[in-house]
């Protein structure tokens, strides 16, 4: 910036001492001085209140016959020793040594649910320009296969497997900017992602499915009012069927003997973001004064000069109306504390016109086209231009 503003060549930058180091004349060097003063100055801080709100809303819709298990036993005491059971044995057997179990019948309901949660509530200071970063969620490995000719084994190329790790969950990033009226603006991006489910991959390695969903804004605040952000919304639906063997199969009526699931689950991210600011920028009244450097060719460094403000409204500050008739009321006190004769030796005059509180236009005195007023006694005009009036003395008669 000091090379560009001042056309001088011979500066370096010292990052580690965060200093400038410029060779030219004393008043360049005065005026880089006065720039670098005025630009290097503290920056506004922000503690922004971050809350990250799960809704999560499931629906389950569970409808038709649900039977319980039924099985078959038998109840035998014979006594003594346990042998095989043969057909001609069957005769023996009556209704009190066999149990049978009637299954239960279930009947099935609609049920919605819902609940919120506290995913993450911290606060974080940012510096005006620079980003803050926060991330909830876990690192997945993703495996990445690649081939390479030269690790054969026989005739066949061994796969050579590794692992990349991507962050999964949610990911928000904040840039602050604070304005002279207290408020801040922020540009706010928002991720969310989970996985999905898995792929087969190469070398028996699956691949996951990553679902994402991305918020970028810009907003303006004031300092500590709170802005809502919502609309990541996560939908899952998993639908299931079953019923009686064989009679759920019977066309029409197995309808009867058949159950169906269906299970919603919504999940909605809400963030709330309450900016305070802490630190503002250290800018004073002597930063805004302009800087005297002279000319393009000739820079001379002079200090800054005041600000001229009058502490008087202006003119043009109020209403219009009033402030023409303040207008008119200064040109009337200007005309007439103009001496009464000016307006007699000619040249422009100024007409004030009172009923409409108007300035004529100044009109122009012709001396040419006024009449010619009488010589006095004893002045003789010349008849011929050019000439210079003479006095004629008058002769007394002594006589």
Known sequence: MV??????????ANEQ????IMRDSADRVKVAEQIILANDKASAEVVIDVELLQINTSRLRDLGLSLSQYQVSSQLDLGGEDVPLRLSDIEFLNANNWVLTIPSFIYSFVKNSADAQVLAQPKLRISEGKKASLTIGQRV??????????????SNIVPVTSFQYQDVGIKIEIEPRVHHNDEVSLSVSVEV?????????????????IGTRNIDSKIRLRDGETNFLAGLIRTDEISAESGVPGLSEVPVLGRLFTKNRTDNTRTDIVLTMTPHIIRRADITEEDLLPIWVGTEQNITFRGGSSRVESPVQGPFDGNADEAREQIQERLRQRLRSLPRGL???????????EENGLVQEPQVIDEEAQPPEAPPAGIELAPTGGLQPRKIEEQKDDR
């Open 343 to 353: 307006q007699e030796e000619g040249g422009e005059e100024e007409v004030i016109d």
């Open 17 to 20: 001492l965060n200093a400038i």
């Open 141 to 154: 490995p993703i495996p990445t296969t690649s081939f390479n000719t030269s690790n054969t084994a026989g």
């Open 193 to 209: 992602s989970n996985i999905d489910g898995q792929v087969p991959g190469s070398g028996g390695q699956s691949q996951p499915i």
């Open 3 to 12: 090379r560009s503003l001042l056309g001088t060549k011979n500066v370096a």
